[in-house]
């Protein structure tokens, strides 16, 4: 069964504290994103990444970090450095990154930092 | 500039016939027009896309005029389990371009 998978769906941190959010996808897709989604509001793009080993700033990339080692896997830090960390994070993922192709969602991690 | 415009809000009672509208001015040659359905607390997902004319698949029916600059999204029938978010976007089919989720058009079904 094909998909993308985020884990935990809660997380609860203190202030000051490193997380790293998962996201693994069986899809085979070369395309992974990152967004960050607020009550209330749209989606924001945090990161994304085309291939293995390579990634790009989004709108909003400061005080997050990621990786791309392996294609099925696009792990998110949420660092110290970022100063509203509370939000619902979402893993995408499409065939290939040129923009019409449908974006495959995870079920999300909310993130409570306190 | 925001690339879409739709509604932030609606109402329908269940049974009835939805139909969402998406402004698009600047709508470029190479923009695909797509819709995807988010439920709270869970990834947005994809409904339906069209270039022109009209699509239609099990889920929904997406109209769109020769000039593209706007596009109906219509919900046939709705249940109280399509109440969601709808989100309107252009996908540019020509290469990458960051894609941008507004706050989408929140319906509300009434029973």
């Known amino acids: 069964d094909g998909g993308i998978t985020q884990s935990p769906k809660y997380l609860f941190r203190k202030e000051g504290q490193n997380v790293t959010l998962s996201c693994e996808q069986n899809?085979?897709?070369?395309?992974m994103y990152w967004y960050r989604q607020d009550p209330g509001q749209g989606l924001r793009l945090i990161y994304y990444?085309?291939?293995?080993?390579?990634?790009q700033k989004g709108d909003i990339a400061e005080g997050y970090s990621v990786s791309r080692e392996k294609k099925e896997s696009f792990p998110l830090t949420v660092t110290s450095a970022q100063k509203n960390p509370t939000a619902f994070y979402l893993c995408?993922?499409?065939?290939?990154?040129?923009?019409?192709?449908?974006?495959?969602f995870g079920p999300g991690t909310r993130l409570t930092v306190t | 500039l925001a690339k879409t415009t739709q509604p932030i809000s609606m109402d329908s009672y269940e049974g009835q016939e939805v139909n969402i509208t998406c402004s698009h001015n600047?709508?470029?040659?190479?923009?695909?027009i797509t819709w995807y359905q988010q439920f709270p607390s869970q990834g947005p997902r994809f409904i339906i896309q069209g270039y022109k004319t009209k699509v239609t698949n099990e889920v929904a029916s997406l109209f769109i005029p020769a000039d593209r600059k706007s596009s109906t999204l219509s919900l046939p029938r709705v249940s109280l389990s399509d109440t969601a978010v709808y989100y309107c976007l252009l996908l540019y089919s020509g290469g990458y371009q960051k894609v941008t989720f507004g706050i989408g058009t929140k319906l509300q079904v009434i029973p």
């Open positions: 600047n709508i470029a040659t190479n923009d695909y």
């Open positions: 995408a993922s499409s065939t290939q990154l040129a923009g019409s192709y449908e974006q495959y």
């Open positions: 990444s085309q291939i293995v080993n390579d990634f």
């Open positions: 899809l085979n897709h070369d395309a």
